[in-house]
């Protein structure tokens, strides 16, 4: 018989123990990946929403080694999908709405796009009357 280990739900951990618990289950991923065992490090790689939440670190590259998992696989749908999840931009001024510098620049390119679409649309009506 095989014994099992108690493990303290996600709920029941405070931030550092989901922080150290994400980094244990990256590591035991990484030695199943290393190991050619796809399967059982692409099972180790998935994670609840509250450990997404847990590191930013961690969910990047959970994401990435759970996608190398997918290709060794060959599930390539899953894998773009993975990856496409670490390459979504995060919403800065979501997160610091009072950094200024960011909200210049969106500024700034608010007024560029505002300009070129003025200019495309003149381009536009340009071609239209010649046709």
């Not at 505002?114 to 046709?131: R, S, V």
Request: a positive charge; hydrophobic letters at 35%.
């Amino acid at each position: 018989m095989v014994g099992f280990t108690k493990v303290t739900e996600s709920w029941d951990m405070e931030a550092a123990q989901k922080l150290e618990y994400a980094a244990k289950q990256k590591e035991e991923g990484n030695v199943y990946f290393k190991a050619g065992k796809y399967k059982r490090a692409d099972m180790i790689c998935t994670f609840d929403e509250e450990q997404k939440k847990a590191g930013h670190f961690f969910k990047v590259t959970c994401h990435l080694n759970h996608a190398s998992c997918k290709i060794k696989l060959n599930e390539f749908r899953e894998a773009v999908a993975l990856c496409s999840k670490v390459l979504k931009p995060e919403p800065t001024l979501e997160i610091d709405p009072d950094n200024r510098e960011v909200t210049t620049k969106l500024l700034r390119l608010k007024n560029l796009r505002t300009f070129h679409d003025k200019k495309d649309a003149a381009l536009y009506a340009n071609m239209m009357t010649e046709l």
